[in-house]
Nanobody, 114 residues
Framework: QVQLVESGGGLVQAGGSLRLSCAAS????????MGWYRQDPGKAREMVAT??????IHYADSVKGRFTISRDNAKTVYLQMNNLKPEDTAVYSC?????????WGQGTQVTVSS
């Protein structure tokens, strides 16, 4: 089992920045990759950014050049979000992929006002 706790969401004006954090606990040695997804009501969940244990990173085209995923150890992953746009408004959830399946955090709301 892996537990994930996100923090750092909030309300920001367009053009502003936010930094999300995701702290993992439990069987962290089983984690192969971590990432951030987002979902706005009425829309499908969207992959935002992922990072593997080996350091391979992928971004959604919509956030390339604006968002940066990083980690400082096997437990914590960050999502630095710059130049935020109203269309970035969503609930952002952290996920961890393991050999036993995927685990999800509770999500944190990001709201970008125009």
């Amino acid at each position: 089992q892996v537990q994930l706790v996100e923090s750092g969401g909030g309300l920001v004006q367009a053009g502003g920045s936010l930094r999300l954090s995701c702290a993992a606990s439990g069987n962290i040695l089983s984690i192969n990759a971590m990432g951030w997804y987002r979902q706005d009501p009425g829309k499908a969940r969207e992959m935002v950014a992922t990072i593997t244990r080996a350091g391979s990173i992928h971004y959604a085209d919509s956030v390339k050049g604006r968002f940066t995923i990083s980690r400082d150890n096997a437990k914590t992953v960050y999502l630095q979000m710059n130049n935020l746009k109203p269309e970035d408004t969503a609930v952002y959830s952290c996920t961890a992929d393991t050999f036993r399946g995927s685990f999800w955090g509770q999500g944190t709301q990001v709201t970008v006002s125009s």
